[in-house]
């Protein structure tokens, strides 16, 4: 069965330092999202994209996020600049046409751990 | 605004016993609600859905009706085994953006 892969599955940084969270949708998907936990609290969204452009986003995803489809299979979300409130799991996933935007499929995560 | 809320954990149950996880959401419009599943180590994956008032979504055991007069969504099983030990989120989607509950987990001795 198709799956959405994320990698790595534990990132360590320093504090202000740049990260790039990797994601592979599933391949037919159209829609591509971005949410993250942080520890014990709800699962969160930040970003939507499609047709290569962000659709919406949450009052998180500041200056400090981006995200990019730099080719046809990965989505990736860039940390400008992490702080400590970024550690968190951050969930990928992705959604197919019109008929099917309503069921996402998530990847296992990321968890970034900020020092 | 839009929101779910769902019963704390951890649930503790022996084998076989029934299960109830509850939740309730806050929404415009007519949204559509989901009961996702995440095993250790693993992603989030989808258990069940309703899509409109009084549809049931079922899988694996697992039931639950949109029920839009309590605005609730609960969780059930009638006997829960060991391999569904994990921790189970209700979500709504509205408009395309999901909005989750926080999970619960649940505990499933032999």
């Known amino acids: 069965e198709p799956e959405v892969t994320q990698t790595p599955s534990h990132q360590v940084t320093q504090m202000g330092q740049e990260v790039i969270l990797r994601c592979v949708p599933i391949?037919?998907?159209?829609?591509f999202y971005w949410y993250r936990q942080i520890l014990g609290q709800k699962v969160e969204f930040l970003v939507s994209f499609y047709n290569n452009e962000i659709s919406e986003k949450s009052e998180i995803f500041d200056d400090q996020f981006s995200v990019e489809r730099p080719d046809g299979s990965n989505f990736t979300l860039k940390i400008r600049s992490t702080k400590l409130e970024d550690s968190a799991m951050y969930f990928c996933?992705?959604?197919?046409?019109?008929?099917?935007?309503?069921?996402?499929?998530f990847g296992a995560g990321t968890r970034l751990s900020v020092l | 605004g839009n929101s779910v809320t769902q019963m704390e954990g951890p649930v503790t149950l022996s084998e076989e016993a029934f299960l109830t996880i509850n939740c309730t959401y806050t929404?415009?419009?007519?949204?559509?609600l989901f009961w996702y599943v995440q095993y250790p180590g693993e992603g989030l994956q989808l258990l069940l859905k309703a899509t409109k008032a009084d549809d049931k979504g079922s899988n694996k055991g697992f039931e639950a009706t949109y029920r839009k007069e309590t605005t609730s969504f609960h969780l059930e099983k009638g006997s829960v085994q060991v391999s569904d030990s994990a921790v189970y989120f209700c979500?709504?989607?509205?408009?395309?953006?999901?909005?989750f509950g926080s999970g619960t987990k649940l505990n499933v001795k032999p």
């Open positions: 996933a992705s959604s197919g046409a019109l008929a099917g935007r309503d069921i996402q499929y």
């Open positions: 979500a709504l989607n509205n408009f395309n953006k999901f909005y």
């Open positions: 929404a415009t419009g007519y949204p559509s």
């Open positions: 391949s037919n998907h159209l829609y």
